[in-house]
């Protein structure tokens, strides 16, 4: 496979195809990471509750323990107010959760940016860059066994107005073995793929 033309004007525009196409992945990589920040900058109330969360465990927490020092009362009291502390880890854990989902989430919308990018590149870019590797290289191949199965190429593959400049019967000279004509056909394929002559 030969994955780059010869001829120089035919070499820049496929690299310049190429960098398009990595320019194209790139950019929405890097929308992709925005947008995943900007998905990110949700889990600010999720941190928020956890801190909350924090803070009630360790107010309930105080004050049974200071509640268990007031006499007769003291022990039911603190029990009362300790199980008051577990709300403070529901919060914890309603935080934990909704940062987890908004991660999920940051996660989710930055692949399908970055899903979307690709569908271009591999739809269309890709192929052609892969058929053209091929042609160009059996081309490379034929080249040097000889003008007779680029000719043949070329009556097969190019359209009948461009065979049509070789001459009217373009096929009836390849079979007759008209050299000229050969030679001619061939040099079309070769130039049809940015390749040179020889």
Do not use: N
């Not at 398009?20 to 890097?30: D, H, N, R, S, T």
């Amino acid at each position: 496979m030969r994955f780059y033309a010869e001829r120089p004007i035919r070499l820049a525009g496929q690299v310049l195809c190429d960098v398009l196409a990595i320019a194209w992945v790139a950019g929405f990589c890097w929308l992709a990471g925005l947008a995943k920040s900007a998905v990110l900058e949700l889990q600010a109330p999720g941190h928020r509750m956890i801190e909350a969360g924090g803070e009630l465990r360790s107010t309930f927490a105080d004050a049974a323990g200071t509640a268990s020092e007031v006499p007769f009362v003291g022990d039911d009291l603190a029990g009362a107010l300790g199980r008051g502390g577990s709300a403070g880890d529901v919060l914890i854990d309603a935080g934990v959760r909704l940062l987890e989902a908004i991660g999920l989430a940051a996660t989710g919308v930055a692949v399908v940016i970055v899903a979307f990018s690709l569908i271009p590149v591999l739809a269309v870019w890709l192929p052609r860059r892969i058929r053209y590797a091929r042609a160009a290289g059996q081309a490379v191949a034929m080249r040097a066994q000889g003008p007779d199965l680029l000719a043949l190429r070329a009556l097969t593959e190019l359209p009948h107005r461009r065979l049509k400049r070789v001459g009217t019967e373009p096929a009836a000279a390849w079979r007759a073995g008209d050299a000229e004509v050969i030679a001619e056909l061939a040099g079309m394929r070769l130039a049809s793929l940015g390749l040179r002559v020889s």
